[in-house]
């Protein structure tokens, strides 16, 4: 029999300079002395800051080795051949006080040539929104390449970039390549590949606590950015209670929404792959072999390849993403 269990891991918390307080006041997570928490990181194999376990038998074991260990049995089979030991997936919360930069990724290609990373494919389901909040996901226009440049160096740079007002539920998928910021007001739950590689446009002109601005890459960025506009930037779904509601698939990672009233089982025995959940509300147990695991708001917790059925009871309710690599 595998040791592997449900893991929830040590959150990592990083203060931003365009950090707030939601982390703390509306998920309960506790950010301690920093003065504000921007990004928590709560599963990561990204080499700087890789997630530790935070309970059970494996507690103090890091995910890195979790991987190198178990191998397809933590991840599948089939990831473990395409990501050998760095786990695929970052999931993040993240709370905009104030507007991030106006930002791309790479893709696979351009991030293994530079960096030798993986590229930033991500999502954003918005867990909470200001009245009002708005956030940037691509152009609104056609553009070509000198087009962007010359907007950029003129200081135009958001005319042609597509502004979209946001409420909690919504969804946006941003693949790499795609400018994007998050808009101020926003507490948003994040699923993206494994990469902290960010090319910074534009930055509103704010200085740092030392009256330093912050680094820009216009240069990196021109090759990275994908110039096209597309029809639809928010991904279209209808919320349902008590099933399954798919969100994103893309081959990086598929995210479903899980808004529950009642109990329910999941089978996962057709599925080599691990599974993410993500408590945006409400709390469950997750139920198997005779043991439990209790899951709350705030909460993200990895199912091992070999948990192949769990039964999630609730209380109140919850509402949750599942995700996995299909």
Not at 10 to 16: A, F, N, Q, S, V
Not at 75 to 104: C, H, M, W
Not at 115 to 141: C, R
Request: proline share 4%.
């Amino acid at each position: 029999m595998s040791t592997l269990y449900p893991f929830k891991f040590k959150t990592i918390y990083k203060d931003k300079i365009w950090g707030g307080q939601k982390i703390k006041t509306y998920l309960h997570k506790d950010f301690g002395d920093l003065p504000n928490c921007g990004e928590t990181w709560e599963i990561s194999g990204v080499k700087s800051d890789v997630s530790v376990v935070a309970d059970g038998p494996l507690a103090g074991q890091s995910l890195a080795d979790l991987v190198e260990q178990y191998k397809g049995e933590l991840v599948g089979e089939a990831n473990y051949e395409r990501f050998g030991n760095t786990f695929p997936l970052l999931v993040k919360f993240i709370d905009a006080a104030e507007d991030l930069s106006i930002q791309v990724h790479p893709n696979d290609e351009l991030a293994k040539k530079r960096h030798n990373s993986m590229g930033k494919t991500e999502m954003w389901y918005v867990i909470e929104a200001d009245p009002g909040s708005s956030l940037i996901a691509g152009f609104n226009q056609e553009v070509s390449e000198q087009i962007y440049v010359d907007k950029l160096n003129s200081g135009h740079l958001t005319d042609i970039l597509n502004r979209e007002q946001v409420k909690a539920g919504d969804v946006f998928f941003l693949p790499a390549g795609r400018v994007h910021t998050i808009g101020k007001g926003l507490l948003i739950a994040e699923i993206q590949q494994t990469s902290d590689i960010t090319y910074r446009i534009y930055d509103f002109d704010r200085v740092d606590d030392k009256g330093q601005k912050r680094e820009l890459h216009t240069e990196e960025a021109l090759a990275a950015i994908d110039y096209k506009k597309y029809p639809n930037y928010r991904t279209d779904y209808q919320p349902q209670k008590n099933q399954d509601v798919p969100l994103v698939q893309c081959p990086y990672f598929t995210t479903n929404v899980l808004d529950f009233t009642e109990n329910t089982t999941k089978n996962y025995s057709t599925l080599d792959s691990f599974v993410i959940y993500v408590c945006l509300e409400g709390e469950f147990t997750i139920n198997y072999n005779d043991t439990s695991c209790n899951v709350k708001m705030g909460d993200c917790v990895l199912l091992p390849n070999t948990i192949n059925q769990v039964e999630l009871t609730t209380q109140q309710g919850f509402k949750m993403l599942e995700s996995y690599i299909a």
